[in-house]
Nanobody
Framework: GQLVESGGGLVQPGGSLRLSCAAS????????MKWYRQAPGKEREWVGT????????NYADSVKGRFTISRDNAANTVYLQMNNLKPDDTDVYYC?????????????WGQGTQVTVSS
């Protein structure tokens, strides 16, 4: 199983970005999916979670009302829509899934995508 994030970049404060997380080798439809972010020298911070069907989402207080997680199980892809971005949102963003692969549970991470919010 593999996760690949994309969609990061440089954006001005108040702008928007949409990140994608494409999964391969396993169906994401069976699992909740999460987004995290991490700045250099800091611990990885949970951003939000979406249930396997997409019926429920939950977010960190720091992004609530600005970020939205969605998923397209047919496309095996999860998205993170980020609006009203702030300089404090500058981080590397990762998607995560704990999936049952083979005979074991595996904690899968993508390589991350850099988001920089700056004027």
């Amino acid at each position: 199983g593999q996760l690949v994030e994309s969609g990061g970049g440089l954006v001005q404060p108040g702008g928007s970005l949409r990140l994608s997380c494409a999964a391969s080798g396993f169906p994401i439809s069976s699992y909740p999916m999460k987004w995290y972010r991490q700045a250099p020298g800091k611990e990885r911070e949970w951003v939000g979670t979406i249930t396997s069907t997409g019926g429920l989402t939950n977010y960190a207080d720091s992004v609530k009302g600005r970020f939205t997680i969605s998923r397209d199980n047919a496309a095996n892809t999860v998205y993170l829509q980020m609006n009203n971005l702030k300089p404090d949102d500058t981080d590397v963003y990762y998607c995560n899934c704990r999936a049952f692969l083979g005979r074991n549970w595996s904690d899968l991470w993508g390589q991350g995508t850099q988001v920089t919010v700056s004027s």
